[in-house]
């Protein structure tokens, strides 16, 4: 049974980084696609960024777009999200999430969730 397991999150001010991580276990993830998700205070769940199998390609939400970096290291089942220049409405609750195959920018259908770790941006 697969499991993951975000940290890194917390409060930073405007302008601030953090890095988030989302470690994997209970199976091996290396054929599953993964993607962060956020979910902002009051507003619905929306994609953030998202990587294939091997890191080969990436892709962003034009909000993050420039801002935000996601990577993975199959070896140690372990994903990122490298958070620069962070704003206040980037904050939200931060999901990882894991789909076999490709999974695109949608906002619901994973094989795997992950429990999510808040980020809080102050202005």
């Known amino acids: 049974q697969g499991r993951l397991v975000e940290s890194g999150g917390g409060l930073v001010q405007a302008g601030g980084s953090l890095r988030l991580s989302c470690a994997a276990s209970?199976?091996?993830?290396?054929?599953?696609?993964m993607n962060w998700l956020r979910q902002p205070p009051g507003k619905d769940r929306e994609f953030v960024a998202g990587?294939?199998?091997?890191?080969?390609?990436?892709y962003y939400a034009d909000s993050v777009k420039d801002r935000f970096t996601i990577s993975r290291d199959n070896g140690k089942n372990t994903l990122y999200l490298q958070m620069d220049n962070l704003k206040p409405e980037d904050t939200a609750v931060y999901f990882c999430?894991?789909?076999?195959?490709?999974?695109?920018?949608?906002?619901?259908?994973?094989?795997?969730w992950g429990q999510g770790t808040q980020v809080t941006v102050s202005s």
């Open positions: 999430a894991a789909r076999i195959g490709r999974a695109g920018r949608n906002t619901y259908d994973y094989d795997y």
């Open positions: 209970g199976r091996t993830f290396t054929d599953y696609s």
């Open positions: 990587i294939n199998w091997i890191g080969s390609i990436t």
